[in-house]
């Protein structure tokens, strides 16, 4: 299967020769374009979104190039580390992995010097800085982050609770979230909800429009964190006009109308201002970003609570 996002490619599990000839031709494309490509194999014991994260980030710091990435996830056998080693030989590159049996480490790294491809345990400085402070091993466990422990399941009871309490749902149990979000439409409140409840907080959202007021209770909530999310007018109008585009409708409304929108971030900063909720610019902010500054001010609120 193959699969990817902007910036990168994602070759999955797949016959070698056949993604080292779609890669050939992936790479050859991205030359005429100006781009440098390169192999990165990422190879796991469990689902390799350590890896991912870990290489995305390096690789977003090197401007026109880009990784094809070829990702193994669940690599625990000797056979599945055959089918690795096999792609490696046939388009080789950078090579990063986790794995915890040390027979398979040694094969992939010797696999490595053979064909000449760089390879990094990416946790073992990790694991080194933490032996020496802790003065302890570790205990091999492939995956172990992903156990079904009690914060599993805190983080699947949050996202049950984010997405029953989108868009302002069920307002009469607002007193049990961690975090509530307001913004006008297209202020990235549902996407950044959703991420928050991945991190185990319960999070709702509440859509903010001039003329209709709050649910009732809201402003009185005592528990959850408040938070407003605003964006400039011409942001928000850029994403409202791809939104209607998508939807195929052409007229004109307030909901594009650049002066009505503004109006709308006016109102909102109004209301924010009035009940000192701390507001966040999502203009030029990512999702993670924005979620990173929310847990940010999470933290001091309940420091609010433990010291009463």
């Not at 010797?110 to 000449?116: E, L, M």
């Not at 109102?267 to 970003?289: C, G, Q």
Request: charge should be neutral.
């Amino acid at each position: 299967m193959l699969a990817g996002k902007p910036g990168s490619w994602n070759a999955w599990s797949g016959d070698s020769r056949l993604v080292a000839a779609i890669a050939t031709d992936r790479y050859m494309a991205g030359r005429q374009m100006g781009r440098s490509f390169f192999h990165l194999h990422l190879v796991s014991d469990s689902t390799g979104e350590t890896l991912i994260t870990v290489a995305r980030a390096a690789t977003a710091q090197y401007e026109g190039v880009s990784a094809i990435e070829h990702v193994y996830p669940l690599v625990r056998s000797p056979q599945q580390l055959d089918r690795v080693i096999a792609e490696i030989e046939a388009a080789p590159g950078i090579v990063l992995y986790t794995l915890v049996e040390s027979e398979l480490s040694e094969r992939l790294e010797a696999a490595c010097r053979d064909t000449g491809s760089p390879c990094l345990a990416v946790l073992s400085p990790v694991h080194s800085l933490f032996k020496a402070y802790l003065g302890a091993d570790s205990t091999a466990r492939p995956g172990a982050q992903h156990m079904l422990n009690a914060d599993y399941f805190k983080r699947i009871d949050a996202m049950n609770f984010t997405l029953m309490h989108d868009d302002g749902q069920l307002p009469a149990d607002i007193e049990e979230a961690d975090v509530l979000l307001f913004g006008v439409s297209r202020t990235s409140k549902t996407p950044t909800a959703i991420y928050l409840a991945n991190r185990g907080l319960k999070t709702a959202n509440i859509p903010l429009v001039p003329g209709i007021p709050l649910p009732p209770h809201v402003e009185s909530a005592r528990k959850p964190l408040m938070i407003g999310l605003i964006a400039s007018p011409e942001r928000l109008v850029q994403i409202r006009e791809n939104r209607i585009l998508s939807l195929h409708a052409s007229e004109k409304t307030d909901y594009t109308d650049r002066a009505a929108v503004a109006e709308e971030i006016a109102y909102s900063k109004r209301l924010f201002a009035r009940n000192r909720w701390p507001m966040i610019d999502v203009t030029r902010r990512s999702i993670e970003e924005t979620a990173a500054a929310i847990i940010d001010h999470y933290r001091a609120h309940k420091m609010k609570f433990i010291a009463t």
